[in-house]
C-alpha cells in the first residue's frame, strides 16, 4: 500500500440558489476546479478524475467527470468516473481516488465533486401504458426524496429536516441553541480567509450566502419549517440550497516530484444507521476512521463537520464527548458557506488539509452526514 498525498484543493465560490452562479452549468463548474488545479500544478495531466455528484440527471450527462476533464481541456486519453453517495459524494470521489493511488492503479488523480442545485432538473417520470389521457407530474431533482418505492417504509422516507428535528428531539436541543450555532457559522466564515482555497469565477469571488449582518434576533424571527407546532428547525439555522465546485489533486511520493504536500490521507471511515437519524451518521464513521488510523479524537488539531443543519452538528458533538467543540469548523461551516450536495465532502476534506498545512503539523478530521442514513470521515496527517 502507497502513501498518499493531497497536494493541493481548491473550489469555486459557493452560490446561493438561483444566485450569482445560477447561470453556470454543473459541467463548467466542474470544468474550472479541474483546470484550476493543472494550471496551478503545472500538470500535463492526471491518470483519472473522479467527481461526486448527487443528481446526475440533468446538463451533468450522467458522468459530469468525464465532462469535465475534456472541458477542461485534459488530454482525451483521461478517463472520468462520477460517484454518488449524496451529500457525500465529493469526499466519497476522494476516497476512491485514495484506494487507487494506494493500491497502484492510478499516481495522480483528481478528485472532488460539484452541484447545481439551481439548475437541477424537473423529471417527468414515464406513464405506466402509452398515450395516457390524463395529466402527469413534474417532480423536482433538487432536493430530498422523489419517487419513492411503495414498499419503502414510511419512516425511512421523513424529510431532512424532520430528521433534524428527531436529533433536536433526542438530545433535547432547543431552538435558541441551534440558533447560536447558526450564528456563530456565518460570523467564524465571514471573518475566515479563504484565498488559498477559492478559484473565483468571473466577478464571483467569495461565497454568497455569508451573512455578516445576521443576528440572534434576526434568526429568532424566521419561522419552524418542518414543525409548524413546536419546531425548532429554520431556513435560518440548516444548510441553504447553493451551487458550486470543489476539488483535490491527490498523488503519491513519486508524484510530489519534491514538493511539500497539504496532508497526507491517514485513513477513512464509512457508517450506515436509521434513515431518520442520517444527521449522526458522522459518529460513527469518524470513531472507525480514527481508530483505523491509530488516532483518538484528543489528537486532533483540527475538524470539520459538515453543517447540514445545526440541529444535526450539535447531536453529534453530544455524542462524541471526546470531540473538543473549539477545534470544529473553526472558519464556520456550511449554514454560512453553503452546502451544493455533490461539492461539500470534497470542500470540507479541502478545508482540513489547507489549515493542516498552515500548522505546518497535526492531525486532522473531515466528516458529513448523508441521506437515508449513512456517515463518511477522512482522518489528515501533516
Known amino acids: 500500500m502507497k502513501d498518499v498525498y493531497i497536494l493541493d484543493a481548491v473550489r469555486t465560490p459557493f452560490g446561493r440558489y438561483g444566485g450569482a452562479l445560477s447561470g453556470v452549468r454543473p459541467d463548467d463548474l466542474a470544468a474550472h476546479?479541474?483546470?484550476?488545479?493543472?494550471?496551478r500544478n503545472d500538470l500535463d495531466g492526471p491518470d483519472?478524475?473522479?467527481?461526486?455528484?448527487?443528481?446526475g440527471a440533468g446538463e451533468e450527462n450522467r458522468n459530469v467527470a468525464r465532462m469535465a476533464a475534456i472541458?477542461?481541456?485534459l488530454?482525451?486519453?483521461?478517463?472520468?468516473?462520477?460517484?454518488?453517495?449524496?451529500c457525500g459524494s465529493g469526499m466519497e470521489a476522494v476516497v476512491q481516488a485514495y484506494r487507487m493511488i494506494a493500491m497502484g492503479d492510478a499516481g495522480t488523480v483528481i478528485a472532488g465533486g460539484v452541484e447545481s442545485m439551481t439548475r437541477a432538473p424537473w423529471v417527468l417520470p414515464k406513464p405506466e401504458k402509452a398515450f395516457p389521457a390524463g395529466g402527469q407530474e413534474l417532480v423536482s431533482t433538487t432536493l430530498g426524496w422523489r419517487l419513492v418505492n411503495p414498499a419503502m417504509p414510511a419512516e425511512?422516507?421523513?424529510?431532512?429536516?424532520?430528521?433534524a428535528e428527531l436529533i433536536a428531539d433526542k438530545h433535547r436541543i432547543t431552538r435558541a441553541e441551534q440558533d447560536a450555532f447558526a450564528l456563530a457559522s456565518h460570523q467564524k466564515a465571514?471573518?475566515?480567509s479563504f484565498e488559498r482555497e477559492i478559484v473565483p469565477i468571473g466577478h464571483v469571488t467569495r461565497d454568497e450566502g455569508i451573512r455578516h449582518d445576521t443576528s440572534l434576533e434576526a434568526l429568532a424571527r424566521l419561522k419552524p419549517v418542518f414543525r409548524k407546532d413546536g419546531g425548532t428547525v429554520t431556513a435560518g439555522n440548516s444548510s441553504p440550497l447553493n451551487d458550486g465546485a470543489a476539488a483535490l489533486l491527490l498523488t503519491d511520493e513519486e508524484g510530489l516530484r519534491?514538493?511539500?504536500?497539504l496532508a497526507r490521507i491517514a485513513a477513512t471511515g464509512v457508517s450506515a444507521l436509521e434513515p431518520r437519524y442520517f444527521g449522526l451518521g458522522p459518529v460513527e464513521a469518524s470513531t472507525r476512521a480514527l481508530a483505523k488510523a491509530g488516532r483518538r479524537f484528543g489528537d486532533l488539531a483540527t475538524a470539520e463537520l459538515n453543517e447540514a443543519f445545526a440541529a444535526q452538528v450539535l447531536g453529534c458533538l453530544a455524542e462524541l464527548p471526546d470531540l473538543d467543540p473549539a477545534i470544529v469548523n473553526p472558519d464556520g461551516g456550511a449554514i454560512a458557506i453553503g452546502h451544493p450536495l455533490g461539492a461539500s465532502g470534497a470542500r470540507v476534506t479541502g478545508a482540513v488539509a489547507h489549515r493542516l498545512a498552515a500548522a505546518g503539523s497535526g492531525t486532522g478530521l473531515a466528516a458529513l452526514c448523508i441521506g437515508v442514513g449513512q456517515g463518511l470521515a477522512v482522518v489528515l496527517d501533516r
Do not use: D, F, S, W
Request: aromatic share 0%.
Open 33 to 39: 476546479v479541474v483546470k484550476a488545479l493543472v494550471e
Open 156 to 163: 425511512h422516507t421523513v424529510a431532512l429536516g424532520e430528521g
Open 71 to 73: 472541458l477542461a481541456g
Open 190 to 192: 465571514a471573518k475566515a
Open 258 to 261: 519534491g514538493r511539500e504536500p
Open 75 to 86: 488530454p482525451i486519453t483521461t478517463p472520468g468516473a462520477t460517484v454518488n453517495r449524496l
Open 48 to 55: 483519472e478524475v473522479v467527481l461526486g455528484n448527487a443528481n
